[in-house]
């Protein structure tokens, strides 16, 4: 079986920042360098849009990743646009900037039917169930898709620090 690849939302990078500052925790950050190496760390364009908004230490360490982010295709925009049809509600219209959270899920779900052998993929958000809002939670169980947090990626792949 295929080693995880991990789908990262926005807001896991940033409670990741919080959680463990790189200064703090080197190790931490050279782990997340490991998956990325081995295309197992992945995130669609629109996140690393998201994180430039901040243009902070966070901005700067994906600015020297790009890699792994993934950037639009046809597809992609298609399986968004699915993903909005069904759950409108996932995206605040009166924000200013378009949101990355349909395009983590349709990235993840992407992935799973694209591929032949598809690997085993899982969408890590901070996002959680809220009555009455639509969350990346709820699309990711509408999809069949695995969904994580930061902090329990980290317990999967046995990471201690």
């Not at 079986?1 to 959680?19: F, H, K, N, P």
């Not at 430039?52 to 966070?58: I, T, Y």
Request: glycine letters at 4%.
């Amino acid at each position: 079986m295929a080693e995880t690849v991990y789908c990262v939302d926005t807001s896991s990078l940033i409670q990741l920042r919080g959680w463990r500052p790189p200064r703090s925790h080197p190790l931490a950050w050279r782990r997340l360098d490991t998956l990325i190496g081995a295309k197992r760390l992945v995130a669609p364009w629109k996140v690393f849009e998201e994180l430039k908004q901040q243009d902070d230490a966070l901005f700067h360490w994906v600015q020297r990743r790009k890699k792994m982010f993934r950037k639009n295709s046809r597809g992609l925009i298609e399986t968004v646009q699915h993903i909005l049809t069904q759950f409108p509600d996932l995206v605040d219209i009166n924000q200013p900037t378009e949101s990355a959270d349909p395009f983590v899920v349709a990235l993840a779900y992407k992935e799973i039917r694209d591929e032949l052998f598809p690997p085993d993929i899982v969408v890590v958000t901070e996002e959680k169930y809220a009555t009455g809002k639509t969350r990346i939670p709820h699309v990711c169980q509408a999809y069949g898709l695995r969904y994580l947090s930061v902090h329990q990626m980290f317990l999967f792949e046995k990471w201690d620090f």
